[in-house]
């Protein structure tokens, strides 16, 4: 069973950096997807970056160039840097995992039903 905990989150001005990180519990590295998903007010679950078990990543559009996920695999941490932040990247940021083959884990792929395991969310506000 892989238990998700999010930290890390906060207020901060547009143009800030910002890392959020996710300790996973119970998980191992082999087969699983792990991806940082946000919500904003009234809007969407959305991927917005993923990394498989080999280490390869998938950034969507919206956040290319800006957000950063690496994993540390002997902590079991997922790390997600966020620099130029803008006002539209405030949301709930929820760190997720799921078991899938490592062709699917691309943000054009998986969607929300393909994660199993859940953090609760850190919430980041830019203003």
């Known amino acids: 069973h892989v238990q998700l905990v999010e930290s890390g989150g906060g207020s901060v001005q547009a143009g800030d950096s910002l890392n959020i990180s996710c300790t996973a519990l119970?998980?191992?590295?082999?087969?699983?997807?792990m991806g940082w998903f946000r919500q904003g007010s009234g809007k969407e679950r959305e991927g917005i970056v993923y990394i498989d078990s080999d280490g390869v990543t998938s950034v969507a559009d919206s956040v290319k160039g800006r957000f950063t996920i690496s994993k540390d695999n002997a902590k079991n941490i997922l790390n997600l840097q966020m620099n130029s932040l803008l006002p539209e990247d405030t949301a709930k940021y929820y760190c997720?995992?799921?078991?899938?083959?490592?062709?699917?884990?691309?943000?054009?792929?998986?969607?929300?039903?393909?994660?199993?395991?859940w953090g609760r969310g850190t919430q980041v506000t830019v203003s």
């Open positions: 119970g998980y191992t590295a082999s087969g699983i997807c």
């Open positions: 997720a995992a799921g078991r899938m083959n490592p062709r699917y884990c691309n943000v054009g792929v998986a969607r929300t039903g393909n994660f199993g395991y």
